[in-house]
Nanobody, 114 residues
Framework: QVQLVESGGGLVQAGGSLRLSCTAS????????MGWVRQTPGNQREFVARITNIGGSNYADSVKRRFTISRDNAENTVYLQMDSLKPKDTAVYYC????????WGQGTQVTVST
């Protein structure tokens, strides 16, 4: 079992920045990659970014060059630095971990105002 705890969401104006954090606990050695998925107000679920346990990463086209995913292996934590935020980035952001099966955090709300 893997437990994920997210933090860092909030309200920000368009053009601003936020950083999300996700700390994993439990069977962390079984994790192959961690990432972020968001659910929009229209309930559409979208892949955002992910990072492997050796540091390889990939991003959704909609966030490339604005968002950066990174990890601190010593702290079992993954970060999502979000810059140049847009109103369409408004969503609940979920941390995910692939460890045999997909684990999900509780979600953190990000709201970007105009």
């Amino acid at each position: 079992q893997v437990q994920l705890v997210e933090s860092g969401g909030g309200l920000v104006q368009a053009g601003g920045s936020l950083r999300l954090s996700c700390t994993a606990s439990g069977s962390i050695r079984s994790i192959n990659y961690m990432g972020w998925v968001r659910q929009t107000p229209g309930n559409q679920r979208e892949f955002v970014a992910r990072i492997t346990n050796i540091g390889g990463s990939n991003y959704a086209d909609s966030v490339k060059r604005r968002f950066t995913i990174s990890r601190d292996n010593a702290e079992n934590t993954v970060y999502l630095q979000m810059d140049s935020l847009k109103p369409k980035d408004t969503a609940v952001y979920y941390c995910t971990a692939q460890a045999g099966k997909m684990y999900w955090g509780q979600g953190t709300q990000v709201t970007v105002s105009t």
